[in-house]
């Protein structure tokens, strides 16, 4: 299916796909706005919610992008830190040696 296909206008606003299609002048306020509604989700959640309802080309870089200069979310990314599995505790051969 090509993409001039796809495209539907109703009332100055561009749909593609069933989802918004967002001009250049508005992705970067969108981002941000996006973005603290969300309470700063990662990137991976946060690309598929704006995925959701709306559309451009390089959303998932810009997206992407936008997280790395985000410092609230460099903070909370660096302190979920994964220390790796619990170790069983080995069972003694004289139970009650420990408690």
């Not at 299916?1 to 299609?21: A, S």
């Not at 002048?25 to 706005?33: D, F, G, M």
């Amino acid at each position: 299916m090509e993409y001039k296909q796809c495209i539907h206008h109703e009332q100055l606003i561009i749909y593609f796909k069933y989802k918004i299609v967002i001009p250049v002048e508005l992705q970067s306020r969108l981002i941000e706005w996006y973005h603290e509604q969300l309470l700063h989700p990662g990137v991976s959640r946060f690309i598929e919610s704006m995925k959701q309802h709306s559309h451009w080309k390089t959303m998932a870089k810009d997206i992407s992008n936008f997280t790395k200069t985000c410092k609230e979310c460099q903070i909370f990314k660096q302190q979920r830190k994964h220390y790796g599995k619990l170790l069983p505790k080995l069972h003694d051969i004289h139970p009650w040696n420990q408690v």
